[in-house]
């Protein structure tokens, strides 16, 4: 059929364009067109799909998206086993490695070596037959591993049908998949706002995420792969050197390091690792040493193999982790959400690649616990580019005062104790029940919880004061020009017109927003000071409650407790926020510059029809964006969670709801659509 031709040839021409388009933005970093553009191309593919089932394949970029959840990870044998590498951690180390490939191969002239970073992942292999990705494996004992196909196929970065030519009919490609350090922060965040659990380290995520039995979620996650060597078919390549295939496997289409390069004999290699060293915490991804290899394959056959290890190559690993140095001091530093850090002050000692003199104590409590004093020689830790810790005391190095006899001693220092007053405002310390972290109650005045402070309160769900972005208040409040949110509204074009990349018509727009944004709400205004603990349905909650803020202002924490869920927790926050006379005087500040909103009459608080009820929403909603539902629904007196328990009443599904909806359905939760929760907003729940 001619139309059937046609429309075969788009599918083609689109799953061509749309690979492209992926190389360009996932491998090379280099997007040729807008996002906007890429979605219709890609729609477009989902719709030919779906009217001509037969034009779907494999290697389509419409299967990337995930499929049905797994039972278990079927077992998969590598074609040719996945090896670990010898290590090394001292530069003799390096130079006897050296020698013994010198040595090896009988020559005494210097040898070339393919260096490249060690990538701080999950090593996996990739089975590509007639160009074709069929089959994807852990490395687990390095004989074989367990099959992950369907969650490798999720990977942009990953081709699903090799790109040039050359390639025999099956080949292994072996690589790392891992996380970038910005993508991790931000799956973290994410994590954080479903109120799901974060995860400790790039490379846990990683492997966490690749070994999800439902692959839906490991398209969720931000992963990233780099190819360094081949398995099977290695032997059908045109190539005569590593640093050749790693070029031939970038021209097939995979990411591969940039920093790699061929150096000569052993002076080669330690330069690039001191190089290596000094680039690592620049670097996007974690790596834990790089890797040398002799570069010409010829030579690597010929030395071979030892035991479960190649003679040819040897991993040459970052300093230890751990030193002992001594507690020079503790002080107590204050963040920008206004806790308080004790940070051990320490003399100088040179740990996991660089010279430290500060460790993080984390919080009171640890202190006490590990019993840290001044003058304790401490064993100090850093992983990566984790910030230092103090991991323990070394309890016979302690110093001790002479007593009655021998068995009499005690401690020169007595044991931290935290400060009761704030180190940067004179603010009251405090610590909520059965909390470990104690924080400044200074909120708004604090000169450390300053930029915080101002960007939560300009935040959309907030006064919602457009074109305030991190930048503008770091230069404002370095400037001088913002020492708390009620200097916003003082502002003036001069002023702001005279700031760097600051044009005429951005400090006009500007100005428009902050003007705005004295019209607000009680509710708005209750979150927008950044209370601990206080959230938007607390806000909303205060608002309806009290109707007027000096009632707000007024009420006692047995006052504070007598609102819909307003617990012992938060009620002591409030208190603690409101007692302070600094946050008044800026509250009233605010008041002068003309912020206002409808005082109403204090709410009867009577039922509500999601009164006691908890809410998930997943998926698309037809006509309500998902903050207008949450809006609804916390207005009922119900509340929205991010995950699905036995504890959820109702699960809201919307269109493509995923993991959330089948959690739902194996607990037996109620699962309704947007109709029939309009529907309960009007008519009422039946409690």
């Known amino acids: 059929m001619p139309g059937l031709d046609a429309t075969a040839r788009r599918a083609a021409e689109l799953r061509a364009e749309i690979e492209r388009h992926n190389q360009a933005y996932y491998v090379l970093d280099a997007p040729t067109i807008p996002d906007a553009e890429y979605d219709k191309l890609f729609r477009e593919l989902q719709v030919l799909e779906a009217q001509y089932p037969a034009l779907l394949v494999p290697d389509s970029p419409t299967q990337r998206v995930g499929a049905a959840p797994l039972k278990a990870f079927p077992p998969r044998r590598h074609g040719v086993p996945m090896l670990s590498l010898n290590n090394a951690f001292e530069p003799a180390e390096v130079e006897a490695f050296d020698q013994r490939v010198r040595d090896g191969l009988e020559t005494i002239a210097a040898v070339d070596y393919a260096v490249e970073p060690k990538f701080d992942g999950l090593a996996i292999s990739l089975t590509y037959e007639n160009g074709l990705f069929t089959c994807g494996a852990t490395r687990g004992d390095g004989a074989s591993g367990e099959e992950v196909t369907p969650n490798l196929r999720t990977l942009r970065c ?3 049908r090799l790109l040039g030519s050359g390639w025999p009919a099956l080949i292994e490609i072996r690589g790392e998949v891992l996380i970038f350090k910005q993508a991790f922060v931000e799956l973290n965040a994410r994590q954080r706002q479903r109120a799901d659990k974060e995860f400790a380290n790039p490379r846990n995520a990683a492997a966490g995420s690749l070994r999800q039995l439902d692959s839906r979620i490991t398209a969720g996650r931000p992963l990233a792969f780099f190819a360094y060597g081949v398995g099977a078919g290695a032997e059908a390549l045109p190539i005569k050197t590593h640093a050749e295939l790693i070029d031939l496997l970038a021209s097939w289409g995979f990411p591969v390091a940039e920093e790699r390069r061929v150096v000569q004999g052993a002076k080669g290699l330690l330069g690039y690792f001191a190089e290596i060293g000094e680039k690592r915490p620049s670097l996007p991804y974690d790596i834990d040493g790089v890797v040398y290899k002799v570069n010409k394959l010829a030579a690597q056959a010929q030395l071979g193999f030892v035991s479960r290890a190649p003679r040819f190559a040897i991993a040459h690993k970052f300093p230890a982790e751990e030193a002992l140095t001594e507690v020079l001091g503790i002080d107590v530093q204050v963040g920008r959400t206004g806790a308080i850090t004790p940070v051990a002050r320490l003399k100088p000692v040179f740990v996991g690649g660089v010279t430290v003199t500060n460790a993080t104590l984390h919080n009171e409590d640890e202190v006490r616990r590990k019993d840290v ?3 304790d020689t401490v064993i100090v830790r850093r992983a990566g580019d984790v910030i230092p810790e103090v991991d323990a005391i070394v309890t016979e190095k302690r ?15 007595p044991p931290f104790a ?5 180190p940067e405002c004179g603010s009251a310390i405090a610590k909520g029940v059965d909390e470990a972290i104690a924080r400044c109650t200074g909120g708004l005045y604090c000169p450390a919880q300053r930029k915080q402070a101002i960007l939560h309160f300009a935040a959309r769900r907030a006064m919602d004061i457009e074109g305030l972005g991190d930048k503008l208040v770091d230069q404002m409040v370095d400037a001088g020009l913002l020492h708390s949110p009620a200097d916003l509204y003082g502002l003036t074009f001069e002023t702001l017109a005279g700031l760097a990349r600051m044009g ?5 727009n500007l100005l428009a927003a902050i003007e705005k944004s004295k019209q607000t709400t009680l509710a708005r205004f209750i979150f927008a000071l950044g209370i601990r603990n206080v959230g938007e349905a607390t806000a909303r909650d205060l608002a309806r409650h009290f109707g ?3 009632a707000l202002l007024a009420a006692d924490a047995e006052a504070l407790q007598q609102v819909a869920d307003v617990g012992p927790i938060v009620a002591a926050s409030l208190a603690a926020f409101l007692g302070e006379a600094h946050n008044r005087e800026i ?4 008041q002068s510059a003309g912020v206002v909103w409808t005082e109403e009459a204090p709410a009867d608080n009577g039922p509500q029809v999601f009164a006691g009820k908890t809410l998930v929403l997943t998926g698309t909603l037809l006509t309500l964006k998902r903050d207008d539902a949450k809006t609804l629904i916390e207005a009922a007196g119900g509340k929205v969670s991010g995950s699905v ?3 959820t009443d109702y699960v809201v599904a919307g269109e493509e709801a995923g993991s959330k909806l089948e959690k739902a359905q194996e607990l037996g939760v109620p699962v309704i659509d947007e109709v029939e929760l309009l529907k309960l907003l009007e008519q009422g729940v039946d409690a």
Request: hydrophobic share 35%; proline share 12%.
């Open 548 to 550: 007027q803020l000096d």
């Open 373 to 375: 004093r001044i003058g």
């Open 645 to 647: 328990s036995k504890k």
């Open 399 to 413: 110093p001790m005062k002479p007593g009655k006899d021998l068995f009499d001693n005690e401690p020169v220092e």
């Open 504 to 508: 005429e018509k951005s400090a006009q």
């Open 587 to 590: 509250i009233a500040r605010l």
């Open 418 to 422: 935290m400060p009761t007053a704030c």
């Open 158 to 160: 990953l081709p699903l």
